[in-house]
């Protein structure tokens, strides 16, 4: 979706929201461990049929999350 065209439908009426945008809340509400550091990431969103998808901007933080989560 970084090309700015929907896979689902093709439609190239693609938004792009800072991942600022997201409340917490949108993480089921549960609070993150205090430990883990905040990943920035960039949602896009498709305007035709509201499919989204959402991008770990650093790739240092996928790094990070490799370390933790990885097998
Ligand atoms: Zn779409």
Redesign the pocket.
Same mark, same amino acid.
């Given at each position: 979706m970084k090309n700015l065209q +929907?896979?689902? +439908?093709?439609?190239r009426?693609?938004v792009r929201l800072p991942g600022e945008l997201q409340p917490p809340a949108m993480f089921s509400g549960a609070k993150p461990p205090s430990s883990f550091k905040t990943v920035r990431t960039t949602r896009y969103c +498709?305007?035709? +049929?509201?499919?989204t998808e959402e991008w770990v901007d650093d790739p240092n933080d996928l790094q990070d999350l490799l370390k933790k989560y990885g097998f």
């Open positions: +929907c896979p689902k +439908c093709r439609s009426d693609v +498709c305007a035709t +049929c509201g499919y």
